[in-house]
């Protein structure tokens, strides 16, 4: 078993695990490979030890004995689930060690063009695991079990599901020496880029993705055709590197599924307790996603188990459920979390065509602590009321056996739309008065707006919006999108601002100016430049190449000493 470090500043890299010889290219080793992913571990059972962490690519990443422990863990599905073969799921924990280095260059180029929802996480690593148990009568257990998890912080499940089914049966038929290749081979991926369609070339395969782009329309995020007649293999391409097939994963819950956009807007604790990890990640991974393009501020753990180091926090009774979205598949969760408001349970998927039986609406005093049939327990009454029209379209696609591709669509558009509705009011009562300031939000002045101006202009569904958006505001996700939106605004208040400058007769303004006051203007220019250079403000080229030339014509204007002590040679 590999003994790993404690947690601390990465040395540089040169070949995987081994320490750079101190004679580098200028690009740092593993670059490449650390703009996608962490690290990659393999975690097999030891019959002394139980879960243990067998390997660790690159070598030197370090992680704290906690999150060791956590991927352990959460990396093998319980003993409750039975899953033999070959299983996907994916889990969250949250970093333990800190920051382990400052946000690099190529982090915040990226968080500047993704949308929100999509940004890398700073305080939490996701894990994308590949687990396989068959019978194997030369191990003593009688079963060879052991998961290979990509380490990562980008949200990309459909990608690194699509990247271990290439990479696990090859890594579990050949061990080591495979997982060393794909680790240089991913260390020669562009970074993922927004907006711009990549391929990446990985055990013979190809994959050609779209990175989504804040810029972009609603229907414009996946790919849907690029051109690939400069590559030497046919690619295999990803529609989405995110997003999960919706209507696959809500078919048990068709019926409920805007009560559960409302839980998920609310940031309501929710528990699901599913038949597997995969089920339970799936599931709490599509609910967190529905909220798009609205970020999902609160906490979520895909696949969570008794192990955990955070299960005292979430399970205490001492204080409210927190705000976090739960997936487990231990029935013991039923009695530990039976004070949580609401809790799904969802039975085994239906394997045969046609919908699965619904979950019902199910009082919580109904929970059984053995047996625990399928339903939703929760007393919260829905605000809005229910979309017959778009379960009907559902089912009628079903019948008429349309592609899953166009059912999962329909579903994903019609979130998309209610979310917008609700978001588009807010939107449009926080204009500013005139910079630098922005007007600060009133909740009775927004409420008193809806009657003109409010989600019916633009959704069908009637219902108690008010009382919805009341809640809301009490919520994490209203101060996130808050807190998002005065960002978005201030930046575009600075952008403003330099641009107004830059069209501006400057060298009129500096004539009865002091030199105090010129030099103020030089030093303040210089400051939103670094600041629009850096992708931090909405800027075009064009402006500042303008403002780099007044920034000269400015320093020119002033004494030699001056000019000498700004533009130091």
Known sequence: MNALPRAGPRPARGRLGAPSSGTQAPAAPWTRFSAWLECVCVVTFDLELGQALELVYP?????????????????????????????????RIRQCGGQRSPWSTNDRHY??????????????????????QVKDSSVKRGYFQKSLVLVSRLPFVRLFQALLSLI?????????????????????????????????PV???????????????????????????NLLLTPLVLSSVHEL???????????????LWELMLLGEPLVILAPSPAVSSEMVLALTSCLQPLK??????????????????????TQAPPNVVLGVTNPFFIKTLQHWPHILRIGEPKLSGGLPKQVKLKKPSRLKTLDTKPGLYT??????????????????????????????ALLRTHLLELTQSFVIPLKSV??????PQIRPFHQDDFLRSLDHAGPQLTCILKGDWLGLYRRFFKSPHFDGWYRQRRKEMAHKLEALHLEAICEADIETWMKDKSEVEVVDLVLKLREKLVRARGHQLPVKEETLHRAQLNIEMVIGSLPKDLQAVLCPR
Not at 207 to 213: H, T, Y
């Open 59 to 91: 070598s030197d990443f370090r992680l704290t004995d906690k999150e060791k422990s956590s991927i352990c863990y959460l990396s093998f599905p319980d003993s409750h689930s039975g899953c033999l073969g070959d299983t996907q799921f994916s889990f």
């Open 111 to 132: 968080d500047s063009g993704a949308p929100v929802s999509l940004q890398k996480e700073s305080s939490h690593y996701f894990g994308y695991v590949y687990f396989r």
């Open 168 to 200: 696990a049966p090859e890594y579990f038929d050949k061990l080591a020496p495979c997982l060393e290749a794909v680790c240089n081979e991913i260390d020669q991926w562009p970074a993922p880029e927004p907006g711009q369609t990549l391929n990446l």
């Open 203 to 229: 055990v013979g395969v190809v994959l050609q993705v779209r990175v989504p782009s804040r810029v972009d329309k609603p229907d414009c995020s996946s790919l849907k055709h690029c051109g690939h007649e």
């Open 245 to 259: 097939d919706l209507f696959r994963c809500f078919q048990p819950v068709l019926t409920h599924v805007q009560m």
């Open 296 to 317: 999902f501020c609160c906490d979520y753990r895909p696949y969570f188990t008794v192990h955990d180091s955070e299960f005292k926090e979430f399970t205490t009774r």
């Open 379 to 408: 007393t919260y009454t829905a605000h809005l009321h229910r979309d017959k029209a778009l379960l009907k379209r559902l089912l009628g696609g079903l019948q008429k056996k349309r592609p899953p591709g166009a059912l999962a």
């Open 430 to 435: 926080t204009p500013w008065k005139a910079p």
